[in-house]
């Protein structure tokens, strides 16, 4: 999903001729780090699911990325838009039909659903590291 939203943010910002600034260019390497990252880990956390391997700690640690990753592509994003990216879907000066805008909303709560951001660092912290509970 972030990937199409960041071909999508990509191509807008290419048809505007802002992709030759260096900023743009490093915001965008950026948030495509984060996807690629974010790609791997759950690659990875599925092919050790299907080798029998996988853990919690695992699981934890790309959900927690993922989630968050995700948070501040579309935080990133909503700020290549301005202003326009909070129109909503149906307006006409909606950049992008307002998908963008809608990604950011439902971004955020991805933070909260199946396990707090803050739960997955307990477990990871429990589990992965073998630290005491608190």
């Not at 802002?18 to 990252?37: G, M, R, S, W």
């Not at 501040?72 to 909503?88: E, P, T, V």
């Not at 990604?103 to 933070?111: D, I, K, N, P, R």
Request: aromatic residues 10%.
């Amino acid at each position: 999903m972030m990937r199409g939203f960041f071909d999508l943010i990509r191509q807008y910002l290419k048809e505007r001729n802002l992709t030759e600034d260096p900023l743009v260019k490093q915001h965008l390497a950026n948030i495509f780090i984060k996807i690629e990252t974010a790609r791997l880990l759950a690659y990875q956390l599925v092919w050790l699911a299907s080798q029998g391997l996988a853990t919690a700690s695992q699981a934890s640690k790309s959900k927690l990325f993922c989630s968050e990753a995700s948070q501040r592509c579309a935080n990133a994003m909503m700020k290549f838009l301005g202003s326009y990216g909070q129109l909503a879907e149906g307006s006409k000066w909606a950049a992008l039909q307002g998908r963008i805008g809608y990604w950011y909303l439902q971004a955020f709560s991805s933070t909260l659903a199946r396990g707090t951001s803050e739960m997955q660092r307990n477990i990871l912290a429990i589990r992965g590291l073998g630290l005491p509970r608190s």
